[in-house]
């Protein structure tokens, strides 16, 4: 099956830094990429929607200058959390739109903001 | 958002049970989808269903989607250890893949 990787697999970070976390396709191009976000004991809840060469489309309530969405490439998409705060600690899980049919999970980042 | 409900939030069963998980909108999707996630892992996809009253099986696992494509049910039959995980049901609407969550089942099977 198609595999998408994230990278870091965790990370740990003062307040107030900033942290890339990169999704990528390994083996197809995904033009539509997710980011959702899980906290402890919940389900995982739509950030945006990352699409190739354009901007992002952020859900209600997801701050768009806090969280930036790169989607340079048909392999790539990144989020940075900018100015990080211990309540931006949570499971970030991208996906990848396969041909419009079913989606692909990355193996999540752990961020943990001190 | 379109919010899917699932029941039982949590279930702890003896190995060799069988169990009913339920998923339920008041919205019409246009597919459902099924997962299973490990803790610190991403969700894994076990199936996909699109045409209202389908059923599909997967080993233990049958999947149903409601006639009226509101709903989906998953059943498992003599659950093993392996299958203790995080089950998540994901409604889509028309083509774009753009899912909606279930609030998620946590399974746990004791040996």
């Known amino acids: 099956g198609a595999v998408v990787s994230q990278h870091p697999s965790w990370v740990i970070c003062k307040s107030g830094t900033s942290v890339k976390i990169e999704c990528r396709s390994l083996d197809f191009q995904a033009t539509t990429m997710f980011w959702y976000r899980q906290f402890p004991k919940q389900s995982l809840m739509l950030m945006a929607t990352s699409n190739e060469g354009s901007k992002a489309t952020y859900e209600q309530g997801v701050e768009k200058d806090k969280f930036l969405i790169n989607h340079a490439s048909l392999t790539l998409s990144t989020l940075t959390v900018t100015s990080a705060h211990p309540e931006d600690s949570s499971f970030y899980i991208c996906s990848a739109d396969l041909a419009g049919e079913t989606q692909y999970f990355g193996p999540g980042t752990r961020l943990l903001v001190l | 958002t379109q919010l899917l409900e699932q029941s039982p939030q949590f279930l702890s069963i003896q190995e060799g049970e069988n169990l009913t998980v339920y998923c339920n909108s008041s919205s019409v999707f246009s597919s459902l989808q099924w997962y299973r996630q490990e803790p610190g892992e991403g969700p894994v996809l076990l199936v996909t269903?699109?045409?209202?009253?389908e059923v599909k099986k997967l080993k233990r696992l049958t999947f149903q989607f409601g006639d009226a494509r509101k709903d989906s049910s998953l059943h498992i039959t003599a659950a093993q250890p392996g299958d203790t995980g995080l089950y998540l049901c994901?409604?889509?609407?028309?083509?774009?893949?753009?899912?909606?969550f279930g609030t998620g089942t946590k399974l746990q099977v004791i040996p």
């Open positions: 269903v699109v045409t209202g009253g």
């Open positions: 994901a409604g889509a609407r028309g083509g774009y893949q753009k899912v909606t």
